[in-house]
């Protein structure tokens, strides 16, 4: 599967190729790290590392072509591999690097031809469109939000594959709204079980929330098992962010990606706000609820104030609110009423 670096290889291989000598601007950093393990070969990588009188040292050679002696170098006419990366913006170089611009290309965010352009966002969109072009509208917002970067973008292309059957299905590719449908209306349930796509639901579930579900004999089963899952992921989750996780729920599973960890959480929060959906959300939370000893958890009320995966979570904040008003106490209350009125 094409991978967005790889995109990026490419491009820098071709210019390298066609023009010998490439100044690489990064101003926003996103290729710091693409860098450090980058090799290509016969080509000589060059690095700004906070000063342009060190990094015109290292490159000079590369320039010149009158040795000592004044004796003209082999093959003056064929110019150097050379790349040059500066995770800066050229303006804010005041030109350092003219002479080796002059002689070959600089590639940057925005650059035209589109050959060398380096904008995230643009790599990202030509290798989605190829492998998953449903997914590409909302994979570019999150990249322009900063959610994305290069690294979590190659995951999410590790992680692609053609998921015909669903698609055959549930009427689209994209593998969020695949999973909503699922969960959120039995109405498909019937062609899942003709076409045998649980163990494709599956596979899908742990690409992209990095959960384990097993195939079940039954549709329904599994559904239960897999909204269990992510209501108890997306809990967990929240209970982290809040610093205040029970030892009791400290091996229940989360995705270990952070890419992973989003997913669940968008997941869970469109399913029960989702006009059509929301029902079904209600059932499984309900059933799952009760299998969770809410009043020996000892969860703080504070850590409670993001969470509505659950009803008895509400309920412990409508009686906190009350008893608070009660001892007419009434500092914190109005942040947690504006916070949760608009709340599933």
């Known amino acids: 599967m094409p991978k967005v670096s790889d995109e990026l290889v490419s491009l820098i291989k071709r210019q390298i190729e066609e023009h010998g000598i490439v100044v690489w601007y ?3 950093g996103h290729y710091a790290r693409f860098v450090k393990g980058l090799s290509i070969p016969e080509t000589t990588i060059l690095k700004y590392d906070g000063s342009f009188f060190e990094l015109r040292y290292r490159m000079e050679p590369f320039l010149e072509f009158v040795d000592e002696e ?25 030109y350092a690097l003219a002479e080796a611009e002059a002689y070959g290309v600089v590639m940057e965010p925005g650059a035209s031809p589109w050959q060398r352009n380096t904008r995230l966002r643009v790599l990202a969109e030509r290798v989605f469109k190829k492998i998953a072009p449903e997914d590409t509208k909302d994979i570019i917002a999150k990249i322009d939000q900063g959610l994305l970067h290069l690294e979590e973008l190659d995951q999410i292309c590790e992680k692609s594959r053609d998921f015909s059957p669903l698609r055959f299905i549930f009427d689209t590719s994209n593998s969020r709204e695949i999973l909503l449908k699922f969960l959120g209306t039995e109405d498909l349930d019937h062609k899942i079980a003709e076409k045998d796509a649980l ?13 384990e579900v097993t195939p079940k004999t039954s549709v329904e ?14 809990f967990v989750l929240k209970l982290e962010e809040a610093g205040s996780l029970p030892q009791s729920l400290a091996n229940i599973p989360v995705p270990q990606e952070e890419i992973q960890r989003k997913e669940v959480l968008e997941i ?51 009686s906190f609110v009350e008893e608070q008003i009660i001892k007419e106490n009434y500092q914190g209350i109005k942040e947690i009423i504006e916070k949760r009125k608009n709340s599933f």
Not at 71 to 93: A, C, F, G, Q
Not at 199 to 211: H, M, P, Q, R, T
Not at 284 to 300: G, M, T, V
């Open 26 to 28: 990064d101003p926003e």
């Open 221 to 234: 089963s599994f559904k239960r098992d897999l909204a269990r899952r992510l209501m108890l992921a997306e």
């Open 268 to 318: 869970c929060n469109l399913w029960r706000n989702h006009m059509f959906w929301r029902e079904n959300y209600a059932k499984y939370a309900n059933q799952i609820a009760a299998e969770i000893p809410f009043d020996s958890l000892n969860i703080p009320v504070e850590a409670l104030q993001e969470v509505e995966t659950f009803a008895p979570v509400e309920k412990r904040l409508l």
């Open 70 to 94: 004044g004796n003209i170098s082999d093959n003056p006419d064929i110019p150097p591999k050379l790349l040059i990366y500066v995770p800066l913006r050229r303006e804010d170089t005041e």
């Open 199 to 211: 163990a494709e639901i599956a596979v899908l579930v742990k690409n992209i929330c990095g959960l």
